[in-house]
């Protein structure tokens, strides 16, 4: 669902760092990447957190920052890196068709999903997904930032990877 105001947001720390944004839009469709603060945002939400960097309209993203939990959960650190280094490929193909869908629209996507582990128990993912743009036109960075009742552990993975197979 794209979100036109901050309530449609659960609240908690993705509710806080979607007023945070909107706080710094200053009255501008979208802030700066310059003018946001990420350490303003809830400390658990760091490990967690992404920032892509828009390559030529869309045709690239690049990882400005990656969360050591990301770090853990994919078995590797990806800043620098582009989101087509993500594996497998089909969750690359997702993310991507996703962040061109932000990049274009120029307005935050939030994500509530039901992930169901091996062991059968279900857990919720929200994915909040937050533009920037110095010249409000052009999307230069987009923010990810999770939440999860789940352990990310042996079996979220999967279990993830399992939500692109879904419709939403």
Known sequence: MIVESGLQI?????RAAYEMWDAHRSGRVMP?????PMS????KLLPIAAVVDVIGDGRDFRYRYWGTALTDL???DLTGGSVRQIEPEEYAASLIEILRRISKIGKPLFMNR????????????????????SDQTNVEAIMALSHTDAPMRAGFKDALLQTIREPE
């Open 10 to 14: 659960p609240g908690g720390n993705l």
């Open 32 to 36: 700066g990447w310059r003018q946001f």
């Open 40 to 43: 303003g945002l809830a400390p």
């Open 114 to 133: 039901q992930l169901q582990l091996v062991n059968g128990n279900c857990h919720t993912l929200q994915v909040l997904r937050l533009p920037f743009s």
């Open 74 to 76: 994919h078995g590797h």
